[in-house]
T-cell receptor
Framework: AQKVTQAQTEISVVEKEDVTLDCVYE???????LFWYKQPPSGELVFLIR??????QNEISGRYSWNFQKSTSSFNFTITASQVVDSAVYFC???????????FGTGTRLQVFP | SQTIHQWPATLVQPVGSPLSLECTVE??????LYWYRQAAGRGLQLLFY??????ISSEVPQNLSASRPQDRQFILSSKKLLLSDSGFYLC??????????????FGPGTRLTVL
């Protein structure tokens, strides 16, 4: 069955620390997509990144970087030099080819303290 | 550019009352549309999704229903609300095609409290 596991329920860091949010997935599909979303206190989910299963190249966008490793079925998200504005719940998601839906993890709440 | 609207932003309703939440998308045609519910401190639960006008797939049996009367309009309804219907309701859209391969864009959400 398709599954996304975000084992870290909550992480607290002090501003300027680096932090990595883990995402482990299970799928039988050979073609699939992985996503990360941010949910700030306002509630709206903000799309961050989509990565397909054939592209294992790491991606960097400003202070954000993503490490995709098919060998360990992981798609981890690192925030470098965290800021208070990074405080949010972060969701990892996996495409489900058979049902045409996204499978979301349970989310990781990140709190960045000044 | 595409935008997605939801209203109302917040709603407090008594148990047994009806519900109607509306979602509209601008700037795109033939989107896939989704309704999710998020209970306090929990993850996202997909309630309904639609790939076209009048086409609704229900994910969880419950006292909620959804309709898509127009291409870019998605409505979530209930005839009689339960306490357990309280939560944060999010509407989302994705581009036409394999819904699971396209990123979904979410609206601002409606916070529903049933008393």
């Amino acid at each position: 069955a398709q599954k996304v596991t975000q084992a870290q329920t909550e992480i607290s860091v002090v501003e300027k620390e680096d932090v990595t949010l883990d995402c482990v997935y299970e799928t039988r599909d050979t073609t699939y997509y992985l996503f990360w979303y941010k949910q700030p206190p306002s509630g709206e989910l903000v799309f961050l990144i989509r990565r397909n299963s054939f592209d294992e190249q790491n991606e960097i966008s400003g202070r954000y970087s993503w490490n995709f490793q098919k060998s360990t079925s992981s798609f981890n998200f690192t925030i470098t030099a965290s800021q208070v504005v990074d405080s949010a719940v972060y969701f990892c998601a996996l495409s489900d080819y058979n049902t045409d839906k996204l499978i979301f993890g349970t989310g990781t709440r990140l709190q960045v303290f000044p | 550019s595409q935008t997605i609207h939801q209203w109302p932003a917040t709603l407090v309703q008594p148990v047994g009352s009806p519900l109607s939440l509306e979602c509209t998308v601008e700037g795109t045609s033939n989107p896939n549309l989704y309704w999710y519910r998020q209970a306090a401190g929990r993850g996202l639960q997909l309630l309904f999704y639609s790939v076209g006008i009048g086409q609704i797939s229900s994910e969880v049996p419950q006292n909620l229903s959804a309709s898509r009367p127009q291409d870019r309009q998605f409505i979530l309804s209930s005839k009689k609300l339960l306490l357990s219907d309280s939560g944060f309701y999010l509407c989302a859209w994705s581009a036409l095609g394999r819904g699971s391969y396209n990123e979904q864009f979410f609206g601002p959400g409606t916070r529903l409290t049933v008393l």
